[in-house]
């Protein structure tokens, strides 16, 4: 592993500008930058970044890869981004293949046989927590997703449901009166998607 000392210093002990430990960037114009480089193998996938932490001893605190907090010290910024996906294709001279885009791709895995789990809460893909005291101006809206305006090719779909999803019925419904609605904001106006407690 190469490391590249003249950029990056390792912080340590109580310091008020820099992390208690781990390494920062002396220069704030330039990121903390791993593995930012130019790859040439022709097998296997290539990963730029690989946190596999595992818990080996029971307890009950939370086991987390990894944690992205950026913060405001009481002062005005631009937009505050936890974590930013950012695929990119590259202008190319000829065709390039490519088998998929996906800007996160959440993968949750249980083993098969020769063990059991008991989960005491729900499973989730995504889960979103909003904590927003009183007395804050918010211009905007608060939505969990924003569908931004596309700068040339718009979006085919909200969701694609593939078909042994388990998320979906095709077929005719029995529903007359919906009991209850999700409200939703469509080119600035609001609508409601109903839903219903019947079964088909």
């Given at each position: 592993?190469?490391?590249?000392?003249?950029?990056?210093r390792?912080?340590?002990?109580?310091?008020?500008?820099?992390?208690?430990?781990?390494?920062?960037?002396?220069?704030?114009?330039?990121?903390?930058?791993?593995?930012?480089?130019?790859?040439?193998?022709?097998?296997?996938?290539?990963?730029?970044?690989?946190?596999?932490?595992?818990?080996?001893?029971?307890?009950?605190?939370?086991?987390?890869?990894?944690?992205?907090?950026?913060?405001?010290?009481?002062?005005?910024?631009?937009?505050?981004?936890?974590l930013?996906?950012?695929?990119?294709?590259?202008?190319?001279?000829?065709?390039?293949?490519?088998?998929?885009?996906?800007?996160?791709?959440?993968?949750?895995?249980?083993?098969?046989?020769?063990?059991?789990?008991?989960?005491?809460?729900?499973?989730?893909?995504?889960?979103?927590?909003?904590?927003?005291?009183?007395?804050?101006?918010?211009?905007g809206?608060?939505?969990?997703?924003?569908?931004?305006?596309?700068?040339?090719?718009?979006?085919?779909?909200?969701?694609?449901s593939e078909?042994?999803?388990?998320?979906?019925?095709?077929?005719?419904?029995?529903?007359?009166?919906?009991?209850?609605?999700?409200?939703?904001?469509v080119?600035?106006?609001?609508?409601?998607?109903?839903?219903?407690?019947?079964?088909d």
């Amino acid at each position: 592993m190469k490391v590249i000392a003249q950029k990056y210093r390792r912080a340590k002990g109580n310091q008020t500008s820099a992390p208690n430990e781990g390494l920062y960037s002396e220069n704030e114009a330039v990121p903390l930058r791993l593995n930012s480089k130019d790859f040439v193998r022709t097998t296997g996938s290539v990963i730029g970044i690989q946190s596999r932490v595992r818990q080996t001893v029971a307890n009950t605190n939370d086991i987390i890869g990894a944690e992205f907090s950026p913060r405001s010290a009481g002062v005005g910024t631009g937009a505050l981004i936890a974590l930013r996906a950012d695929p990119v294709l590259q202008t190319a001279s000829a065709i390039a293949t490519v088998s998929a885009v996906r800007g996160v791709e959440v993968n949750i895995d249980f083993p098969d046989s020769g063990s059991a789990y008991t989960i005491t809460n729900n499973i989730n893909a995504f889960r979103t927590f909003l904590d927003v005291g009183a007395g804050h101006t918010i211009s905007g809206v608060k939505a969990v997703l924003c569908v931004a305006t596309p700068n040339t090719a718009g979006w085919d779909f909200l969701i694609d449901s593939e078909a042994s999803a388990g998320l979906h019925v095709v077929g005719a419904g029995t529903y007359s009166t919906a009991d209850g609605y999700f409200i939703v904001r469509v080119a600035g106006s609001t609508y409601r998607m109903p839903f219903f407690t019947a079964v088909d």
